[in-house]
């Protein structure tokens, strides 16, 4: 019986932990881990929001910017330039749950990077594209 008592308070303790929102990051701490990553690559510029901001609304050679879906001013809903679904606004200012969990931020920059310009962005783009972002007011 102790045992099983034992059993549930580890459970409880490990599911109540894993609904925590213990992982979850501010931006500014995924700004810093994507500046850990770009400082040790070769070339690297400290981030610069103008750069971002042009990147993010510039086409590189195929058909969408990242603008094409979240819109000239990324505080504002988006639209999908595919599907036509809207977007939750894609800067901090305008969605607070934007750049909190690393592993979301992750897979769709894979996935749009990829999207647009056929490649996977460099810790220096997305560290680009951050710093815009973060200055972007609603
Ligand atoms: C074809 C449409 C489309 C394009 C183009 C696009 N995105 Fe997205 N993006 C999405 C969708 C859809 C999501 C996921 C839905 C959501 O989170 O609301 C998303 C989510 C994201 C997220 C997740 C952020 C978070 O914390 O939730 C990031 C980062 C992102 N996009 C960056 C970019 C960047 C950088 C570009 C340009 C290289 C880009 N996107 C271009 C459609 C697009």
């Not at 988006?78 to 800067?91: E, N, S």
């Not at 607070?96 to 992750?106: G, H, L, N």
Request: net charge positive; hydrophobic share 40%; glycine share 8%.
């Amino acid at each position: 019986m102790l045992r099983l008592f034992h059993f549930v308070v580890a459970f409880v303790a490990f599911t109540g932990l894993a609904a925590q929102p213990a992982l979850a990051e501010t931006p500014a701490e995924i700004l810093a881990s994507i500046h850990k990553e770009a400082a040790g690559t070769p070339g690297f510029q400290e981030f610069s929001a103008e750069r971002g901001e042009s990147f993010f609304k510039t086409k590189h050679g195929g058909e969408w910017s990242c603008a094409s879906c979240h819109t000239d001013n990324p505080a504002m809903p988006g639209k999908h330039a595919k599907t036509g679904k809207v977007i939750d606004p894609l800067a901090p200012s305008g969605n607070a749950a934007r750049f909190t969990s690393p592993k979301r931020v992750e897979k769709w920059f894979k996935r749009n990077c990829n999207d647009v310009l056929d490649r996977a962005c460099t810790p220096q783009e997305k560290g680009d594209v951050l710093a815009y972002l973060l200055t972007v007011k609603k």
